[in-house]
């Protein structure tokens, strides 16, 4: 079955400190996986897509690993600042038919504190 | 561009009335894509349009909801007769997929900031 989970499910980190999210999934056949964050209210944001050829991208202090042996995901954030508190999403897409099909993560819920 | 566009941003309404949510895509993508999440189920993917086509619509509950894209700038996702189980934030979202060596390889998504809707 095609299934994407995240750790932690919530997360407090004091601000500046660093923190890494989890995302392990069993899609198949892999096409792509994605990091969204969603602000409180707001529509998720796009932070990183990764194929199967990458094993790491950064957007700003956002990096993201893929290790496609092992069907893991993470992604770090350095430095952590209060804007930081949001939803993050990891989304696993696979091919079907010809079409990108998306399998979503719970999300983790970071709250970053002064 | 002014992003994907939404409306109603807020909808109440009560229970058996019809509702119809519309969203505006991005000029130039296209797939479009309906979302609904709730603090239960999180976020789900309802229905997704490639160059106005339903492609997948395995994640529409059930008859009372259906969604159009007549045109490449503009769907709606309607509710007949809508339940106090439907109330959740709506989000369409909308992305360019261009075709790959093994099927269509799909840019980022563009979510819009959805529409809240409460049925009483």
């Known amino acids: 079955k095609n299934q994407v989970e995240q750790s932690p499910q919530s997360l407090i980190i004091l601000e500046g400190k660093n923190c890494t999210l989890q995302c392990n999934y069993t899609v198949s056949p892999f096409s792509n996986l994605r990091w969204y964050k969603q602000d409180t209210g707001r529509g998720p944001v796009s932070l990183t897509i990764?194929?199967?050829?990458?094993n790491t991208k950064s957007n700003g202090r956002y990096t993201a690993t893929l290790d496609a042996d092992t069907k893991q995901s993470s992604l770090h954030i350095t430095a952590s600042q209060l804007s930081d508190s949001a939803s993050y999403i990891c989304?696993?897409?696979?091919?079907?038919?010809?079409?990108?099909?998306?399998?979503f993560g719970a999300g983790t819920r970071l709250a970053v504190h002064p | 561009d002014a992003g994907v566009i939404q409306s109603p941003r807020h909808e109440v309404t009560e229970m058996g009335q019809e509702v119809t949510l519309r969203c505006k895509p991005i000029s130039g993508h296209n797939s479009l894509f309906w979302y609904r999440q709730t603090m239960m189920r999180g976020l789900e993917l309802l229905i997704y349009?490639?160059?106005?086509?339903?492609?997948?619509d395995s994640g529409m509950p059930e008859d009372r909801f259906s969604a159009k894209m007549p045109n490449a700038s503009f769907s709606t996702l309607k509710i007949q007769p809508s339940e106090p189980r439907d109330s959740a934030v709506y989000f369409c979202?909308?992305?360019?997929?261009?075709?790959?060596?093994?099927?269509?390889?799909?840019?980022?998504?563009?979510f819009g900031p959805g529409t809240r809707l409460l049925v009483l």
């Open positions: 990764m194929t199967f050829s990458e």
């Open positions: 979202a909308s992305s360019l997929e261009v075709p790959g060596t093994s099927g269509y390889k799909q840019e980022t998504q563009y």
């Open positions: 349009f490639n160059n106005n086509v339903p492609i997948d």
């Open positions: 989304v696993v897409s696979h091919l079907s038919g010809g079409y990108n099909k998306l399998i």
